[in-house]
């Protein structure tokens, strides 16, 4: 079975930096990306970063150049470091991999991690 545990939100100041960590296990098969999704109240789910399994990086406009999305395929793991936080940042963010398995793409997804940046 497939399981994704983030860790690393909270409560930040505008300006701060938060890293999130993202650890999958019961994946067997190529890992096609790793990344991070943001949902803020009212709003829906958006791409924020993702890193594919030949290590391009894919960003968010509204996050480029604070945010940093790195990943190991062989530990299953991805990291999201995120500077210069906005309170537009705050949101659950969500880990999301997605596997290939005999040509078909499945997509798994952590729990969220609540991530508020405020004064």
């Known amino acids: 079975q497939v399981q994704l545990v983030e860790s690393g939100g909270g409560l930040v100041q505008p300006g701060g930096s938060l890293q999130l960590s993202c650890a999958a296990s019961?994946?067997?098969?190529?890992?096609?990306?790793m990344g991070w999704y943001r949902q803020a109240p009212g709003k829906g789910r958006e791409l924020v970063a993702l890193?594919?399994?030949?290590?391009?990086?894919n960003y968010a406009d509204s996050v480029e150049g604070r945010f940093t999305v790195s990943g190991d395929n062989a530990k299953k793991t991805v990291s999201l470091q995120m500077n210069s936080l906005k309170p537009e940042d705050t949101a659950v963010y969500y880990c999301?991999?997605?596997?290939?398995?005999?040509?078909?793409?499945?997509?798994?997804w952590g729990q969220g991690t609540q991530v508020t940046v405020s004064s």
């Open positions: 999301h991999v997605s596997v290939e398995i005999f040509l078909r793409t499945y997509d798994y």
């Open positions: 019961g994946i067997k098969s190529r890992i096609d990306a």
């Open positions: 890193i594919t399994g030949g290590g391009s990086t």
